[in-house]
């Protein structure tokens, strides 16, 4: 059975931390993880990956996926309080399904 | 324009109503999405229409009735829901199925639906 896991289920920091969080996965045909922020509503896209090693770069966000391994971290540093949300990964397989984890909630205290 | 339009933002209707969920992108997507989400869980995949055509059906009750008029537009069509039907509407567009590309997903803002 396809899945992706995500860890931690929460986190609670403080700004200025770095969080690194962790999606892992088992897909059959696999062709592209994503990352999302969800706040209140709609899931905001982060970062797309394909590659094993590329870091992919975005201010303070970043992330990298290894294919050997079948695993993708996101890193935050420097945190605000708006980066408070719950981030999702997802994959897409061959056949253009999508796959989500059960998200991370992420909390940063002023 | 890289957006998704939903609407109504919120709905609140009785278990004898019949509704409908409206969904807009003009980006030229071709792969149009349908997900339900529950408080604190992660978006579930409902239906998938891919050039019009209905891909995907993930064991949907038939109280859920998708409908795609067009390549801009999806529609929910709802009756007879049950209170637990009550969540997060999320439409989401994608360049196409089958592509060989890897496929962003955009979504759109959601409705949250509630059944009294």
């Known amino acids: 059975e396809d899945k992706v896991v995500q860890s931690p289920l929460s986190l609670v920091v403080h700004e200025g931390d770095t969080v690194t969080l962790n999606c892992s996965y088992e897909?059959?045909?696999?062709?592209?993880l994503l990352w999302y922020k969800q706040e209140k509503k709609a899931p905001t896209f982060l970062f797309m990956l394909?590659?094993?090693?590329i870091e992919k770069k975005s201010g303070r966000l970043s992330s990298i996926l290894d294919k050997k391994e079948l695993f993708s971290i996101l890193n935050i540093t420097a945190t605000q309080t708006g980066d408070s949300a719950i981030y999702l990964c997802?994959?897409?397989?061959?056949?253009?399904?999508?796959?989500f984890g059960t998200g991370t909630s992420l909390t940063v205290i002023p | 324009d890289t957006e998704v339009t939903q609407t109504p933002k919120h709905l609140v209707m009785g278990m004898t109503n019949k509704k409908s969920l409206k969904c807009e992108q003009h980006?030229?997507?071709?792969?149009m999405y349908w997900y339900k989400q529950k408080a604190k869980k992660p978006p579930e995949l409902m239906f998938v229409?891919?050039?019009?055509?209905?891909?995907i059906n993930e064991s949907v009750p038939s109280r859920f009735s998708p409908e795609c008029p067009n390549s801009s537009l999806l529609n929910l069509h709802l009756h007879a829901l049950q209170p637990e039907d009550s969540a997060l509407y999320l439409c989401?567009?994608?360049?196409?199925?089958?592509?060989?590309?890897?496929?962003?997903?955009?979504f759109g803002p959601g409705t949250r639906l509630t059944v009294l």
């Open positions: 989401a567009s994608s360049q196409a199925l089958g592509t060989t590309k890897p496929n962003e997903q955009f």
């Open positions: 897909v059959t045909n696999f062709r592209s």
């Open positions: 394909t590659s094993s090693g």
């Open positions: 997802a994959v897409e397989n061959t056949g253009n399904q999508f796959y």
């Open positions: 980006m030229g997507h071709r792969a």
């Open positions: 229409y891919s050039y019009e055509k209905l891909s």
